[in-house]
């Protein structure tokens, strides 16, 4: 098949053209060309920006039988995109979130019959939104698939930013939402690439939304662990915060956490298994850590102000329980 990628460099879909290529998709990548070392010799690179509407619609009128789109956070650019490819394509594939789901989270496992939506994160309900968008359209033939916390050159963190890892680096505490035993689901790119590559062109997938998880999960504390094993940082300290009072401090990390991984989550991939085939997820969070190390060596380098935040929500931790005449208060 002639199958399009838009994007084709980042967490997720670097590997998925690779996938793709190695079972034989005639694949080209559509980006600004800014970044594309490593990507396959069998690809077609084509340089452009999705902002040049004559560039992307010249992409689109070459009629590929699958687009898979990596590069949609708004509802405009995804109404943009059925506009220019209905009747272009067989089957496009929209790259949404597992975020999307219901939080707080009230049933498990988690299917895709969970309820799709998230008061607490922006980014979260504009996924959902766009996914409305697809369902409610009939031009053109769609897939959604929703990844949860998927990775390749960054370690998977609840706050982002590298500043987790930075800390962790320094010698510094490191902050941890709840009590770090809430189970999470971390996913290598590489596991990911695999069933999402038997989607494409699949007729049992058109007009339907899957998530792709490893069928495990990890608490916070073992995800640390293997961070900082994988760092080869030989001790480390981690301070738990409970969520509300995190939030308390910064509002920003409202959709992160309320929004997404301050509850326990277990995802139920019955679905995509039966249509993509069943799958294995063998790299677990203390290899894949080492892969992210190994081939993108993490840096210290981080936001100073939050950097502050965190040493006061370290101190204002600590001297919870402390007696007033302990000389450390």
């Known amino acids: 098949m002639r199958v399009l990628y838009i994007g084709g460099t980042g967490e997720i879909s670097f590997d998925c053209i690779h996938e793709s290529v190695r079972l034989g998709h005639d694949v080209t990548v559509f980006n600004r060309g800014n970044n594309n070392a490593g990507l396959p010799a069998e690809c077609r690179l084509v340089r452009g920006d999705v902002a040049d509407d004559e560039a992307y619609g010249s992409l689109a009128r070459q009629d590929f039988d699958v687009v898979c789109q990596f590069r949609l956070f708004t509802t405009q650019a995804i109404a943009r995109d059925i506009e220019l490819f209905r009747g272009h394509c067989e089957q496009y594939l929209f790259i949404s979130s597992a975020s999307v789901y219901q939080k707080p989270v009230r049933n498990l496992p988690i299917t895709e019959a969970t309820p799709v939506v998230n008061a607490f994160w922006d980014y979260s309900q504009a996924k959902a939104d766009m996914e ?32 987790e890892v930075s800390r962790m680096l320094r010698g510094k505490p490191v902050v941890v939402h709840g009590d770090g035993e809430s189970l999470w689901t971390v996913t ?89 085939g069943d799958f294995e997820c063998p790299i677990d969070p203390w290899r894949g ?41």
């Not at 053109?140 to 609840?158: A, D, E, G, N, Q």
């Not at 950097?307 to 931790?317: G, P």
């Open 132 to 163: 409305a968008l697809l369902r409610g359209q009939s031009d053109l033939s769609y897939t959604i698939v929703r990844p949860s916390h998927t990775y390749r050159t960054h370690m998977p963190t609840p706050m982002g930013d590298n500043i």
């Open 188 to 276: 290598h790119s590489q596991d990911f690439a695999r069933p999402f590559a038997r989607l494409l062109g699949n007729p049992r997938a058109i007009g339907e939304d899957f998530h792709i998880t490893a069928d495990r999960q990890w608490p916070w504390n073992e995800i640390f662990a293997a961070i900082a094993a994988a760092l080869e940082v030989p001790e480390f300290s981690l301070v738990h915060v409970p969520t509300d009072t995190l939030i308390r401090y910064n509002q920003g990390w409202v959709g992160q956490l309320l929004g997404d991984k301050s509850y326990s989550v277990i995802f139920d991939n019955t679905k995509v298994k039966a249509v993509a």
């Open 289 to 329: 850590m080492r892969m992210v190390a190994e081939r993108f060596p993490p840096n210290d380098r981080c936001d100073p102000e939050m950097d502050r935040l965190l040493d006061r929500i370290v101190a204002d931790q600590c001297r919870l329980g402390k007696a007033t005449d302990d000389p450390g208060v």
